[in-house]
DNA sequence: ATAGCCATGTTAAACGTTTTCCCAACAACT
DNA sequence: AGTTGTTGGGAAAACGTTTAACATGGCTAT
C-alpha cells in the first residue's frame, strides 16, 4: 500500500533518495538511511513489483512451463528451481499446460498442443519473464518458439534437439552402468533386463550402459536375456516368467512399475525376492518403498535436474549468451531394499 | 517487445485508441479497429502486464502459497486452480514454502515457519496479486496475517479457525458414511475402525459419520473395535492382529497406508482380503491401486477443492465482502476396487 | 583565493499502460 | 439558424518505480 512517495513526505527526503536506500545504492549518509529504513517499516512499505519491472525491464523471473504438475517428478523438479530462485534472489512462475488431462469441461480441451504451449508462452513473456525453463518431452514444439518470440530455453527432462537450447537430464547410461555394477558385485552374472519401448533413448542409453560395465567385467551380453516391454506392470509379469525360466539370477526392469509386475510373478510362484532373485526397478516411486518385498531401484536426481537447470538459465541470463555446454547430465543414485538384499555366494 | 505506441504510429491512430480496441471497448469504428489490430498482430505485439497492472492496480492474479507441493494432493487442488482461472481470465502464481524439506543447504534451512509465510506473502502482495489461497496445515500462521497485510485468504485443506477465512475441504463425515453404507450393504455388521490419530479433526468426523450410518442401520456401534492409530502401516498391521481377533468381517482404516498394513498382516496369515475380509482404505494414493489385493479407498475431491476455492475467491474479490458461507465441504467419491469385491452373504 | 573534488541530495524523464475529459464533426431536431 | 445529441477520436495525467544528470556545500590542495 505504502509507496515511496509516501516515505519520502514522511522523512523529507526525496523520492530518489529513498529508492537509493531501498535498494543499496551508495551516496546515502547513514543517518538518512536509518530515517528511511524506520519509516518503511512503520508504514509496512512494500516494493510494487509491476512499477519496479515496467521500469527496469528486467524481472528477476523465470517462468516455468510443466506439461503436467501431477505427474510425479514435476513438483521435485520445481522445488529445485525454487531453491536456486531463492539462493540468487530470483522469482518464477509456473505454468501447468495439464496435457493429457484435458476433458470436456476444461477450456482447452481440444486445442493443439503447440497452441496451447504458445497461449502459455505469450503469457509469461508478457509478464517479462527473463527466461522459460520447460519441464516435458514436446522439446519440438518449443524449439520453433525459441527463435519466434526472441526469448531462452532450458530443456528439462527431454533432449532438446536444438542446438541452441541447453537441456538438463539425468545420465540414463551412467545410472545403467550402476545397476549393473551393483548386480555383479554380488555375484550375478545371467542378468535378465526388461527394458523400456525399443524406440526410447531411455531404453537405448540404459542398454549401452549396462552393456559396458558387463563388458568391463569380462561378461558376455546375451540379447537373449533382454525383453522390451513398454513401461506397463503386466510386461514385468510376463517376461519375468520368460526370464526365469532362461535361468537369470537377477533382473533388471526400466521401470519399477514393470519391476512390480516381476513381484507379483514372484509372489505368484514362490519365488523368494532378495534370495532367489535379485531385482531392481527404475524411477523409485512411492510404490517401490511400499510393496513387498521393497524395491531397490534408481533415484532420480530431480532436485538437482531443477536447481541446474536454474542455474542454467540465471547463468544465461547473466551472461547473455549460450552456456559452454549443450547438455547437462546429471548422476542418478541407487537407491538398496530388501529385492537386492542377498548375495549369490550361497550357491 | 512492440508496444501500443508502436501500433500508433504504424496506423496513424493515437495511443488512446489503440488501447481502447486491444480492450475491446466501444467508441471505435469498425475500419480503425481492424486496422489495430492487423498491426498489432503484424508487430508481434504483446501486452506488457506489468504497465498494465502498475495503472489498473488489480492483476487479476491469485497468489497459492503451498506448504509442500510434492506431497502427493497440491498439484491436483493447483490443477482445479488453474483451470478455474482459464475458465475467468485469470492468473495465478505459485509460492512453494517446502516445509519439512529444508535441509541445510537451503537459504531458508533454521527459520521459523511464521517468517517464511510472510515473506512469501510480502513477495506475493508486491505483485499487486488480488488475493491468497493457502494450501496446508497452518491455518493459525495465516489467520492473524489477513488484518495485518490487508489481503483475502481462502483456506484450503483445513479449518481456517477464522470466520473471516473461508475454507474450502474435503467432507470426512460424508465420505465415512458412504464407507459404511458401502460396508453395510454389503452385510457387514462387525466392522472394525483403524482410525488416525485420536485429536485430529479428520479421525474424529469420520467417526462420526461411521456412527451415524450405524445408527441409521440399527446397527449397534461397538468403540472396542475403533483402534487409534498414528496414520502408519505398522499400525495397519498390528490392529489388523487385534481386530480380526475380535471378530470383525471388514475394516475400514483412515488412511491407504494403514490400510497396506492390514494387507500386509493378512496375506502374511493367509486370510483373503476381499473374500474373509472386507477392506477399505483413504485418500487413493497410487499405491492402493498398485498392492495386491487392490485396494478400495476415498478418493479426495482435489480437482473440485482447487477449483472451488479459486472460485470462493474472485467472488470474494468481485464483490469485495465475505462470501454467505464461511465453509465449503465436499464430496468424496469411493473407489471400489478388489478389497471389498465380495459380499457376505455366502457366511 | 581558486580550482577541483567528494559526499549527499534533488529534478525530471522514462517505462507501457489505462482512463478521464475534452473536441470535432455531423445529423436531427425545433 | 440554433440547439441538442451522437459518434469517433485525441491529449494528457496517472500508476510507482529507477536513473541519468545536475546542484549544493563543504573540504583539500595548490
Redo the contacts between chains.
Keep these: ?1 505504502a509507496t515511496i512517495k509516501e516515505i519520502s513526505e514522511c522523512t523529507g527526503v526525496s523520492i530518489a533518495t529513498v529508492s537509493k536506500v531501498l535498494n543499496d545504492q551508495p551516496g546515502v549518509s547513514s543517518e538518512t538511511q536509518k530515517s528511511v529504513l524506520a519509516a518503511a517499516k512503520k508504514l509496512n512499505y ?6 519496479r ?2 521500469k527496469t525491464g528486467m ?1 528477476r523471473t523465470l517462468g516455468i512451463i510443466a506439461e503436467d ?2 505427474v ?1 517428478n ?3 523438479i ?2 529445485g528451481i ?2 536456486c530462485c ?2 540468487r534472489n530470483y ?1 518464477y ?2 505454468g ?1 499446460l ?1 496435457f493429457n ?1 484435458l476433458f470436456g ?4 480441451y481440444g486445442r493443439r498442443k503447440s497452441d496451447m504451449l504458445t497461449d502459455m508462452l ?2 509469461m ?4 519473464v527473463d527466461g522459460i525453463i520447460y519441464i516435458g518431452c514436446h522439446s519440438h514444439i518449443v524449439a520453433p518458439l525459441q527463435k519466434q518470440k ?1 526469448t531462452r530455453f532450458v530443456c528439462v527432462y527431454c533432449y532438446s534437439e536444438d542446438p541452441d537450447i541447453p537441456d538438463v537430464i539425468y545420465d540414463d547410461r551412467e545410472a545403467a552402468r550402476k545397476v549393473a555394477e551393483l548386480l555383479i558385485s554380488k555375484g550375478h552374472r545371467e542378468i535378465g533386463i526388461i527394458a523400456g519401448a525399443k524406440d526410447s533413448y531411455h531404453t537405448n542409453n540404459r542398454l549401452l550402459g549396462f552393456q559396458e560395465a558387463l563388458f568391463d567385467h569380462n561378461i558376455p551380453y546375451n540379447p537373449r536375456l533382454t525383453c522390451y516391454g513398454a513401461w506397463e ?1 503386466d510386461q514385468g509379469y510376463e517376461y519375468a516368467s520368460d526370464l526365469i525360466a532362461a535361468g537369470v539370477t537377477a533382473i533388471f526392469a526400466h521401470n519399477d ?1 514393470m519391476a ?1 509386475g516381476v513381484i ?1 510373478y514372484c ?1 505368484q510362484k514362490g519365488i523368494e525376492i532378495g534370495k532367489d532373485l535379485a531385482l531392481i526397478g527404475f524411477d523409485d ?3 517401490s518403498s ?3 518385498p521393497t524395491l531397490s531401484t534408481v533415484a532420480l536426481p530431480l532436485f538437482d535436474i531443477g536447481h541446474t537447470a536454474a542455474t542454467v538459465m540465471m547463468d544465461i541470463i547473466k551472461d547473455n549468451q549460450k552456456p559452454e555446454k549443450h547438455e547437462f547430465l546429471l548422476g542418478c543414485s541407487i537407491v538398496e531394499r530388501e529385492s537386492t538384499a542377498g548375495g549369490i555366494e550361497g550357491k
Design positions: 500500500m512494500r516494493p510494487n513489483l509491476n512499477a519491472h515496467l524481472s504438475l501431477t510425479f514435476t513438483p521435485g520445481v522445488d525454487g531453491v531463492e539462493q522469482h512462475i509456473l501447468n495439464r488431462k469441461h476444461d477450456p482447452n505469450d503469457e513473456l508478457s509478464k517479462q526472441e506392470r512399475l512390480i507379483d509372489n516411486r512411492e510404490i511400499v510393496c513387498r
